[in-house]
């Protein structure tokens, strides 16, 4: 149904009339084009119109065991309905469809929907077409794909997350058998998180330090059989279990696992990378390096998810801002709509905003993660430092972001979005785990942290940097002396700021290690300061990319006015939220700031009558929205009202709980 033909509330009707700009050219450039966007709405379609994907009664009033089984019930079904189009099955059975998904957001009608089955089946296909090559003389690769079609990947244990090389499990190598031996030690061996692993999955790609020969060769992927395929039961030597509630996805299935001395043959190491043979001689790795290639694609897709869980709590909380009406600016008049209100413009804009800053980094990153790969294959890994690095700060930028973000919509909404229908806890509960799961975002940043310092010393050495550090070789410059304060103006300012944080930063841990301090030590003590860098340079990098797309872009000119001013907001946003950095250095004047807070307040008033619009062209689905506050139709207040009418406790006038408990009370007099 087009737009035009759908009833919705006279606040929202009001909001979207005489649009500025092409919403449908809007919702193409994220989407990656027409095509993407005709995929896309197909995906929704057939998967969003299946009555079987409802949920009878809501999930926040079902059992925690009867939550898991209305998942898996659904995740089934998906697996039968994927057979019934052979555009789809092949989308979702080949590593180029995965990648697609991930990158235009088309894999959110699968996790809309089923989130245990999208868990399972991506990591899957990374494990299998990313890490690991089972060995093709002794088993049908096709096969063994097949078995592995649900399969999890255990790598955090109970007592070790991030920290790979200090994971416990073992994979002792026993040449006379050409087995290994898989076994964990310690209670903090205990595989701990999978989503899948509990009670779900019958195999697993473990992760487990290698042991040959009497050698430890660290951490190596393993594929072990958890479940009989028959009964389902578990194997000998294996214990298995779900670790109980999370503060979101508690339907995902995330569980435990135990092995106690697990015999599996040689040929079940994944071997593409390195390898053990039948004596069992270790073989390393051409390169070391090779893995983060899969390391990179995972964080990629952790930049698309984020700014697709921003897009839908931005929706939800911008369309509920333009029905609400509450208060007065002038007393007497009619109460405004709070999109009226500055501060509430201050929460939402801003991160309408990060969504594209979000979208259009992400896309240069998944375009370098694509040359990356052909040079790999060429033998060049010249780049793969560079764009480790990069990933690491966009994977922890766009997740701590899109958390914030979508924590300040639910407060945007007041009490309302503190209900389960608003969908905004859940979406949180979805969002906040990406802080933590792919490496965690300490982690994360003083991976990027390393990376500076060594290319801040190398050139100091005169030797030619990547150009994502480039900027590295020359001397921090103030820029406030014109007064300038264009958006190259302020894209060179972060330039100097992040120069300067660096130069900085270097300069105090090399004074700690000049004093006598082991330098892991001195790392430690300017830990603080290094992860301040890193978020500073990723920063950095967003913004200038998201300069460069606008200045690059050619459509329409109201989609380049708009986008614009969102780009144009960002810079402002950013940087008047973290002033000190840049009048520290000299790189902006406390004119130069003051004039961008003036200008922020102009811009929040000129994009509020945008602010529907723009969320609109997000094109998200009733659906997935999944929200009494954030439908289409701005239909609040009924949705709300029909929605709390489903409790269980209003199913009766009084309780049974009351004659049980309250009347005697009552009648006791106490």
Known sequence: MAAADRWCVPD???ERANCPFDKEEITQLIDGGEEKTILRRKLEKFFLQDPEFDDPVPPDYLSYKDKYENELRKATHMIRKFQEDEEIQTLVGEMEGISELVKTGNSVPLSAKVGLLRTLYIMQMIVIYGDGEIDRMNRSVADMRAKLKYNCYPITEMGHGTFL????????YDPTSEEFVLHSPTITATKWWPGGLGKTVNYAIVM???????KCHGPHPFIVQLRAEETHQS???VTLGEIGPRLGMNTNDNGFLRLDHVRIPRTQMLMKHSQVLEDGTYVKPANEKLAYGTMVFVRVAICFDAARQLMRACTIATRYAAVRHQSEIIPGEPEPQIIDYQTQQYKLLPHIASVFAIQFSANVLFSNYNNMEQYIQEGNLELLPALHALSCGMKAMSSMDGTRGVDIMRLGCGGHGYLSSSNLPRIYGTQAAAQTYEGENTVMWLQVARYLIKS????????KLHHSVAYLTAQPASTHARNDVSNQALVNAYKTSVSSMIADTEARLQQFCDMGEQFEHAWNKCSVLLTQCAEAHTRYFVCEEFVKSINNYSGSDGVRTVLGKLCRLYLLYQITNNQGQFVRCGALS????TILEEEMGDLLETLRKDAV???????????ILDSTLGAWDGDVYNRLYNEA???????KDVTDAYHKYLKPLMKANL
């Open 208 to 214: 487990a330090q290698l042991y040959t020969k009497g």
């Open 235 to 237: 194997m000998p030597g």
């Open 645 to 651: 009418l489903k409790s269980p406790l209003n199913q």
């Open 12 to 14: 929202l009707q009001k």
């Open 613 to 623: 619009n723009l969320v609109d062209s997000f094109d998200v689905h009733d659906k």
């Open 165 to 172: 090389r200090g994971l416990e499990t073992t994979a002792t």
């Open 590 to 593: 406390d004119t130069q700031l």
């Open 456 to 463: 801040y010393r190398e050139a100091r050495k005169g030797r």
